[in-house]
């Protein structure tokens, strides 16, 4: 995982990277220690959803400040009925929100999302790996989060052969449960709480059309 942001990095640049994601603690709960641990990075943390929430919108700001991150929030319907959204909708809302640079790293949702289930999850993972297999999102590899929960059998833990798999530090997940309970203000029996993975993980692309591959198998190697 060090090594992993580092390769073919100019000497005295700092690696671009963003994190896309459905809503304000995504961030945190699937790649929060990752970034806490890569302070040297420009991270830069993108939510589709929840952009007028009175309560979460205000946090996601407290939270990029702990993970030393930039960012923005978007507001893609995020409803108790979760409708489907469109998806050229959904696309078209990612790439309003990016900055206009080239992404050495793009780390995003996976295409089954992080636990069963969850739609804007999926949909914002679609969108992203559409957008970079179109050239309208320019980065050097994507990253998805590489998490599952067994059909709901367990909550979400780390998928131990994923490309990338690492044990956070004590201190540094201790950091990352923070933001979740004492920003987000998640109780500590509360489903955030309890999922904060101790493991982060995640699958590498450095190749688009493999990605593409990936999304049309269901987000399934074979």
């Known amino acids: 995982m060090e090594n992993s942001l580092s390769p073919g990095q100019k000497p005295g640049r700092a690696k671009n990277i963003v994190v896309i994601v459905a809503h304000p603690d995504d961030e945190t709960l699937w ?13 830069f943390i993108v939510s589709a959803c929840r952009g007028s929430d009175n309560d979460r919108a205000p946090k996601f700001q ?12 978007g507001d893609l319907n995020d409803g108790p009925e979760q409708l489907p959204q469109n998806e050229k909708l959904v696309m078209k809302t990612i790439l309003g929100l990016l900055p206009d640079v080239h992404f050495d790293l793009v780390i995003t949702h ?14 914002i993972s679609n969108a992203v790996i559409k ?17 599952e929960d067994g059909n709901r059998e367990y909550y979400a833990k780390a998928i131990g052969n994923a490309t990338f798999c690492r044990i956070l530090s004590k201190r540094v997940w201790q950091k990352k449960y923070n933001i979740i309970t ?3 203000g998640f109780g500590k029996e509360s ?6 993975p101790q493991t982060e993980a995640f699958w590498q692309f450095t190749n688009p059309h493999d990605a ?11």
């Open 31 to 43: 790649a929060g220690g990752t970034i806490l641990s890569h302070p040297s990075c420009n991270w």
């Open 62 to 73: 407290l939270a990029l400040k702990a993970l030393k991150s930039e960012g923005i929030m």
């Open 110 to 123: 996976n295409p089954t999302g992080e636990y069963t289930s969850h739609l804007r999850h999926e949909e």
């Open 131 to 147: 957008l970079w297999v179109s050239g309208k999102l320019s980065t050097r590899e994507l990253w998805t989060f590489a998490y």
């Open 182 to 184: 004492k920003i987000y």
């Open 191 to 196: 489903f955030e709480a309890e999922t904060t």
């Open 212 to 222: 593409e591959t990936w999304l049309t198998n269901g987000g399934i190697f074979i």
